[in-house]
């Protein structure tokens, strides 16, 4: 088939938008996202007093900087949620980190949808996107993004490149991830208020009830979706 002069100005468009956008994501990544999870790591502390130097803009700044790290798929984001919990307090720490995420899903989502699968490509191998092929059943495509994001541990940042690769509408898509997200997300927004405090115990104590739920669930996905499967064997 012969691509038209319009078509290939068309795909040069597209790849150079999306080799500009990797270059700034990853410049920021690098120089600003890697830095900051270092520093609070090492110092929490400091962290803390750089954030509060910039005064009524540190709240906009947690907000940027959890926005950053959901776009830089490969940045990691507890280290995020607990110095929001540190520095805030859990509630307002976890409202930050959740509109943080609001808004860099649905940019991530437009983007992926603007774009096609080269913005996913760009993050991550051919054989980890095919992993999640399964989420092209729009039958269970609902349950399935809610409890891939509710169970704290699973690849939220590679799932929000994947998922609107899928027939989802991005409001159904912020609502169900974003009502996922809330006990993972406030359980490390509660340790990092607690940390603060120097409550160490009581951090372990949220974190292992944490693990205890994420667990009942994983083993409830997994036996429904076997009942499920069997009766479908079943009925052919």
Known sequence: MTITRK???RQIVTIASILFLLAVFTLIGIYVGLPLVRQFREDPESFRDYVDSHGPFGKL???GITM?????????GEPFELAAGFVFGWLEG???CMIGCVLASSLVFMLVRLFGKKVVELFFQEDKIRQYAFL????RLDILVFILFLIPGTPKDMLTYVVPLTPMRLPTFLWLTSLARIPSLFSSTITGSL??????????ITYAITFLISSALIIWYRRTDL???TSE????
Not at 136 to 139: A, G, H, I, R, V
């Open 7 to 9: 078509e290939r100005v």
């Open 61 to 63: 700044l947690m907000i």
């Open 68 to 76: 950053l790290q959901v776009v830089i798929a490969l940045l990691p």
């Open 94 to 96: 976890g409202i930050l």
């Open 136 to 139: 092209q059943n729009e039958k």
């Open 195 to 204: 940390a603060q405090n120097e409550n160490y115990i009581a951090a372990i």
């Open 227 to 229: 009942a499920k499967k």
């Open 233 to 236: 064997e079943q009925t052919k």
